[in-house]
């Protein structure tokens, strides 16, 4: 009897997977599994081990992570475990990968574990993941997501025919379902959410650092159907960047988020006590445009005005 392919979707309660789940519809002929550290402690190598045991994956998307934004990245209480908890957790996923002979997996890097200053300048492409230190605001979390790119990398080589492990390697991401915390938040949910309290107490709406730095920015549900398309339409291996090339400052994503909380321009304020980290670390996307040449992406400010949205019809139950 024909028994759809199952695809483990680790991290599955997060914004990437809550946006791989949006996308279930379009692929019927498989089987998907969403575990959150509910379903196991991926940091427990027995945990793991009883999860692939139950599901028996064909294929995996690994988005499972300790994250943060910048400021958690670089709180010293963070900082063991940024590097701790990923490096145990990426190392228990990919040993089970190897255990049950999944097909292919998905692993996600991220462009914030590139060098600080990129010895062959910008912007970055796959080639310069290990040339030079992380950002110090960064070092935990960029050298676990690094060390998982070589031991994938080492079990391509010696398994050449499997092809069994690509990187997929996104720039910021935002999308509906985020983590809004006021701390530990990427800048995009962040900002959301200090916009609405600044809108509902009819204060300041305060951005932090000079609002120069610039980003690249992907919506959820563009990198969601990048990593299914990557999983289980093409043979790549190896780290991709998905970044689209236009980078935004903070202080105009702050602009957009405010016009759609009715913010005036005069209410935004920025708290210089604040670093801004890298000023910039663009990435480039041609690996993936040379492999998936159809792949678009959404306008960030139609993006933004959706995530906004999402976050005002969900402020009792989003992730804060
Ligand atoms: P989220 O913070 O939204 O979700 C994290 C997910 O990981 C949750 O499902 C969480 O489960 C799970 N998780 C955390 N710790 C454990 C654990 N010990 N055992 C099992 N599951 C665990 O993350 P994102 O969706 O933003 O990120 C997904 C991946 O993408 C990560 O690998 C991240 O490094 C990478 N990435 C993210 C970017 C971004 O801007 N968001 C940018 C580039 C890369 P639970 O809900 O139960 O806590």
């Not at 692929?27 to 599994?33: A, D, G, I, K, W």
């Not at 081990?49 to 988005?63: G, M, R, S, T």
């Not at 909380?261 to 604040?274: A, G, H, K, P, Y």
């Amino acid at each position: 009897m024909y028994q759809p392919p199952t695809i483990l979707v680790t991290g599955g309660s997060g914004l990437i997977g809550s946006a791989i789940k949006r996308q279930t519809p379009h692929y019927q002929q498989c089987f998907f599994v969403f575990a959150s550290s509910k379903d196991a402690d991926l940091t427990s190598p027995a945990e793991t081990k009883a999860l692939f045991q139950k599901v028996n994956p064909n294929y995996v998307i690994h988005l499972a992570a300790r994250v943060g934004g910048v400021y958690r990245n670089s709180n010293e209480k963070d900082r063991v475990k940024m590097l701790t908890d990923n490096i145990a957790i990426n190392t228990n996923v990919i040993a089970c990968c190897e255990e049950f002979n999944v097909t292919r997996a998905i692993l996600c890097l991220s462009t914030c574990v590139f060098p600080d200053i990129p010895p062959s300048g910008y912007p970055f492409d796959e080639t310069a993941l290990h040339q030079g230190a992380p950002h110090p605001s960064n070092e935990g979390y960029a050298h676990a997501k690094r060390l998982m790119e070589l031991h994938s990398r080492l079990l391509n080589d010696e398994n050449p025919n499997a092809k069994r492990y690509v990187c997929v390697t996104p720039t910021n991401v935002y999308g509906s379902h985020d983590n809004y915390h006021l701390e530990n938040s990427h800048v995009i949910p962040g900002l959301i959410h200090r916009a609405y309290l600044a809108k509902m107490s009819n204060s300041n709406f305060v951005l932090r650092g000079t609002g120069s730095a610039l980003r690249q920015f992907v919506f959820s549900d563009d990198l969601a159907r990048v990593i299914i398309n990557l999983l289980i339409k093409t043979a790549v291996t190896g780290p991709v960047i998905v970044a689209p090339q236009n980078e935004y400052s903070i202080r105009y994503i702050g602009e957009l988020i405010a016009d759609r909380f009715e913010i005036s321009r005069e209410r935004i304020v920025f708290d210089t006590n604040f670093g801004d980290g890298q000023k910039r670390k663009p990435a480039s996307d041609q690996r993936l445009r040379n492999i998936l040449p159809e792949i678009t992406y959404t306008p960030l400010e139609v993006g933004i005005a959706y995530s906004v949205k999402w976050f005002q019809n969900n402020y009792d139950t989003a992730r804060k």
